[in-house]
């Protein structure tokens, strides 16, 4: 009796489960499209990719320069004492290395680029990020993925896209989204002209339709 009653217990947890699944909403948002909709990030992105070109340059002359006592060391090696060997090694050993430690403080991580991108774009994303729980909480949604992030997404029901949306809550949505129906084309047409002159009174001959007879072939029902 009370492995049933434990067994119709369980059942109704399962249930009552499943039910709770069913009932919770979930959605997606694109927020590569959300971001290039914001002028911010756009103009963010672009000194982003200036000052990471400058600094890219400044290292390959850095490398240029390297190059150049390289070859340097390898023209005049055979005139040189053991002691200015050592020496010139040295200062290209350092040189490699100072370019090396450069170039991590710019790119590496935490580096000058990356805070900069923190700098620039982390204000704007947590925008994005607000509008995104708003949404959320309006539409009543328990689950909000990214479309452009690490998952992968094989099939999206547009009926789940909730991009526009944000995109509203940031002030940037599109008329034309997220409406009932979508507007096509307005066609006018014309009246037709009455005709003048004799061919007013007389009735247009009715086009000749195809039928079929009962042997199979084909007739017009025109005049002959």
């Known amino acids: 009796m009370k492995k049933s009653l434990l067994l119709f217990l369980l059942v109704l947890l399962l249930c009552a489960t499943a039910q709770v699944a069913q009932a919770q909403k979930f959605g997606y948002i694109d927020s590569e499209y959300v971001l290039s909709k914001i002028p911010a990030y756009s103009t963010a992105q672009q000194e982003l990719n200036t000052l990471s070109g400058n600094w890219q340059k400044d290292i390959e ?6 190059d150049k006592m390289y070859r340097t060391y390898q023209a005049e090696e055979v005139l ?7 020496k010139r090694q040295e200062e ?3 040189k490699e290395q100072e370019i090396k ?4 403080k710019i790119f590496g991580f935490e580096g000058q680029l990356f805070k900069k991108r923190q700098e620039l774009t982390k204000p ?45 809550e940031l002030g940037l949505a599109n008329e034309e989204r997220n409406q009932p129906g979508q507007k096509g084309a307005v066609r006018t047409v014309e ?13 247009p001959e ?6 079929r007879s009962n042997n199979g072939q084909r007739s017009t029902g025109g005049k002959n």
Do not use: C, W
């Open 206 to 211: 009715p086009t000749p339709r195809a039928t």
């Open 61 to 66: 002359n850095q490398k240029k320069d390297l």
């Open 101 to 104: 430690t450069y170039q991590n």
């Open 80 to 86: 040189l004492t053991e002691p200015m060997k050592k």
């Open 92 to 94: 290209i050993v350092k």
């Open 191 to 203: 009246t037709p002209k009455t005709p003048t002159g004799d061919t007013a009174d007389s009735e």
């Open 124 to 168: 704007i994303q947590d925008q994005v990020f607000e509008a995104v729980e708003k949404v959320a909480k309006k539409k009543q949604l328990a689950i909000v993925f990214d479309k452009s992030g690490d998952l992968t997404m094989l099939y999206t029901n547009p009926v789940h896209d909730y991009t526009e949306f944000v995109l509203e």
